[in-house]
């Protein structure tokens, strides 16, 4: 086979490296991007360097912002008592698209997978057991996904809840959601019965 140039295949690298795209999506979209016109590339190319320069991870919930805290800790209409867990950030923005949920987030960067070396440690857990001891919070939702690890992360931070000055409910979102699913890639429907369908822990 004929040698890539070395621009391209420098892109088709990078694109490699993204979650869910194989070689040769990479390659797919290399050469796709050389066929549009050059406004396109370029703003892209802007918007992917001011990504990391103007997103920032809110200090209180962790998810994502413009801000030190976020739009959504930053309001002052939304439900300060009743708090959603869950694994990723893209999540919080599956359940604000689906509406219905007027309460605050905590994002934990993940789910606890020994086989991947991901402890609690290194999960927003201890941040979340500090923001709501003795704070009044009425209900935590724990809507982390419905995999083996997120099973497991949600009954780790129930344990842990028991552990501190907090008082009020824990729940599991509902069943709905296939066994494996992934919250950020679930139907609004579905995802709105699962937020209704939670049940204490
Ligand atoms: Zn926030």
Redesign the pocket.
């Known amino acids: 086979m004929k040698k890539i140039p070395r621009a391209l295949n420098e892109v088709i690298e990078s694109f490699e490296r993204l979650p869910g795209i194989g070689p040769k999506s990479a390659a797919r979209l290399g050469f796709y991007l050389l066929a549009v016109p050059d406004n396109f590339t370029e703003k892209l190319a802007d918007s992917i360097a001011n990504l990391k320069k103007k997103i920032k991870i ?6 994502v ?1 413009e801000e030190k ?2 739009e ?3 309001d002052d209409t939304r439900n300060r008592k009743l708090i959603c867990v869950v694994e990723r950030a893209d999540e919080v923005l599956a359940v604000e698209a689906v509406g219905g949920f007027n309460g ?2 905590h994002v934990l960067g993940g789910a606890i997978n020994p086989l991947d070396h991901v402890g609690p440690d290194d999960l927003k857990i201890n941040e979340l057991l500090n923001r709501v001891e003795g704070d009044g919070i009425e209900e935590i939702i724990l809507a982390t996904n419905p995999t083996i690890e997120g099973e497991g992360t949600a009954l780790y931070i129930k344990k842990k809840l028991e552990g501190i000055d907090y008082k009020g409910k824990v729940s599991r979102i509902g069943s709905g959601l296939p066994m494996g699913a992934e919250l950020g890639f679930a139907d609004s429907v579905t995802l709105s019965r699962a937020f209704e369908g939670r049940r204490e822990l």
Do not use: A
Request: aromatic share 14%; with cysteine; net charge negative.
């Open positions: 809110c200090e209180t919930c962790f998810g912002g805290e976020c959504i800790c930053r605050l987030y």
